[in-house]
C-alpha cells in the first residue's frame, strides 16, 4: 500500500455544526439495524411464521454488518467521504423500504443483511472524524461521534419499539428510510470531499487488512484488549436478559428493556472521555474505565436482586467501557491519520466478533453456571485487558502526523 499523505490541515473541514450532524447520522445510521429486534413477535405473526424463523432472518443483520465493516469501512479513504455516505444512506433508506414491504422470510433476511452492511456508517463517520479533526483534538471529535453511535445502539431499539407501536412495524422501517434519505441529501452538502492519495487497488486493499495486525502492534494490542471487553460487555448485557427472565425475578421483556436506559451513562462517557483522551492520554483514561467496568461486573455478581444497585453498576459499567472504547479507537486511528478506515475496519471486524462470542457466552453461561458466576467471569476478562494495557508500553496519546509520504513503510513490530 502506497499513501501520499495530505498536509495535516483538515481541522477547518470538520466545523462543529458538521461534528454534531456526524454525531447524529452515526446514530441514525446505527440504529437502523435495531428496529425491528422488540417486534420480532409482530413481524412474525404479520408474515404467519414461527418466532425462531423470524429471528434467524433478523440474525443476517450482525452477519452483514460484519462484512460491511471489512468491505466497506475503506471507502472513506478511497473516495470522496460525502460521496460514500450520502450513497450509502441510499442504500440503507432502500434496503429499510425493501424490509418494510417483505412478504416472505427469506426477502426479509436479504434485506436485513443488506441493512447491517450499510450501518457500518457510524465506523466510516468515525474515521473520518479521525481524519480531518485538528490532531490535536482527535480524541474529542471523536468522543462525539462515537456518542452518536453509543446512542443508536440503545435508541434504536427504543424508538423502533416506540414506532413499532404507533405505525405498526412495517412503518417504523420507513420512518427510519425517510431518516436516512434526509441524511444523505445533507451529507452531500456539508461532509468533506478530499480523499486520501491511494495508490493501491481496492481488492489489493482488502487483502492486505489481514496483514496489517502482523506490522502494526498498536493495532494488535487495540483489537485485543478492545474484543475482551467488548465481549464482556455483550456477555453482561445478553446474560442479565436471560438471568431478570428466571425465577426469583420472572420479568417481562418491557421490563428488562427498561434496564437499558442505564446505558445511557455511555453516551455521556463517550463525549468526557474524548476530550480526557486529549488531555492525559488514552492509556490513562482506558486503564480507569476499565477498573471502574470490572468492579461494577464484580458488584453484580452478587447484587442483582437490589434494582437501585442493578442500575447504577449497570451505568458504570457501560461508561467505563464506553470509554475505554474511545481512548482505545483514537490509538487505533491515529495509526495513520491521512487514511485511518482501513486500521478502524480492521479493528471493528475484531472488536466486533468479540462481542458476537460474548453475547454467545452469556445467554448459555446463566443457564449452565448462573449469574454470579457469569459476572464474575466478565470481571474477570476485563481485568485481563486492563493487565495488558497496563503492562504493554503504548503511545499515551495519538501521535502526530508523520510528515513522511509513505506511511505503510512504518513497521510497528
Do not use: K
Amino acid at each position: 500500500m502506497t499513501l501520499d499523505s495530505a498536509p495535516a490541515t483538515h481541522a477547518s473541514v470538520l466545523r462543529g455544526t458538521t461534528v454534531w450532524f456526524m454525531a447524529l447520522a452515526a446514530a441514525l445510521g446505527t440504529a437502523s439495524i435495531y428496529p425491528l429486534q422488540p417486534a420480532i413477535a409482530d413481524v412474525a405473526g404479520n408474515l404467519d411464521v414461527s418466532v425462531t424463523t423470524t429471528g434467524f432472518a433478523l440474525a443476517f443483520g450482525p452477519v452483514g454488518y460484519l462484512v460491511g465493516l471489512a468491505v466497506l469501512v475503506p471507502l472513506v479513504d478511497r473516495f470522496p467521504p460525502r460521496c460514500v455516505l450520502a450513497a450509502q444512506f441510499c442504500v440503507l433508506a432502500m434496503a429499510l423500504a425493501a424490509n418494510a414491504i417483505a412478504g416472505t422470510t427469506w426477502l426479509l433476511g436479504l434485506a436485513v443483511g443488506i441493512i447491517g452492511a450499510a450501518s457500518t456508517v457510524g465506523a466510516q463517520l468515525s474515521s473520518v472524524a479521525a481524519r480531518f479533526a485538528h490532531p490535536r483534538r482527535r480524541a474529542t471529535v471523536l468522543g462525539i461521534v462515537t456518542a452518536g453511535i453509543s446512542a443508536g445502539i440503545i435508541g434504536g431499539r427504543l424508538i423502533g419499539g416506540w414506532l413499532t407501536d404507533v405505525f405498526g412495524w412495517r412503518g417504523a422501517l420507513l420512518v427510519f428510510a425517510i431518516g436516512c434519505l434526509g441524511l444523505a441529501a445533507v451529507s452531500l452538502s456539508v461532509l468533506p470531499t478530499t480523499r486520501a492519495s491511494i495508490t493501491t487497488g481496492y481488492l489489493a486493499t482488502l487483502r492486505g487488512m489481514p496483514g496489517l495486525f502482523g506490522r502494526f502492534r498498536t493495532l494488535r494490542l487495540a483489537a485485543g484488549r478492545g474484543a475482551l471487553w467488548f465481549f464482556s460487555f455483550c456477555a453482561v448485557w445478553s446474560g442479565l436478559a436471560v438471568a431478570l427472565a428466571q425465577p426469583p425475578f420472572s420479568y417481562s421483556a418491557e421490563q428488562i428493556g427498561l434496564f437499558a436506559i442505564a446505558g445511557l451513562s455511555g453516551i455521556v462517557a463517550t463525549r468526557i472521555a474524548g476530550a480526557w483522551t486529549d488531555r492525559v492520554g488514552a492509556r490513562t483514561v482506558i486503564i480507569v474505565g476499565l477498573v471502574v467496568a470490572a468492579l461494577a461486573a464484580a458488584v453484580l455478581a452478587a447484587w442483582l436482586s437490589n434494582t437501585a444497585i442493578t442500575l447504577l453498576c449497570l451505568a458504570l459499567f457501560d461508561a467505563g467501557l464506553f470509554a475505554a472504547q474511545v481512548a482505545n479507537q483514537s490509538t487505533v486511528l491515529a495509526i495513520d491519520p491521512a487514511a485511518p478506515a482501513q486500521f478502524n475496519g480492521a479493528y471493528m471486524v475484531v472488536y466486533f466478533i468479540g462481542g458476537s462470542l460474548g453475547t454467545a457466552f452469556g445467554a448459555a453461561a446463566v443457564e449452565w453456571f448462573g449469574w454470579p458466576a457469569t459476572a464474575a467471569v466478565t470481571a474477570a476478562v476485563i481485568a485481563v485487558a486492563l493487565v495488558i494495557t497496563a503492562a504493554v508500553s503504548t503511545p499515551s496519546t495519538p501521535a502526530e502526523p508523520r510528515p513522511t509520504a509513505r506511511r505503510e513503510t512504518v513497521d510497528e513490530r
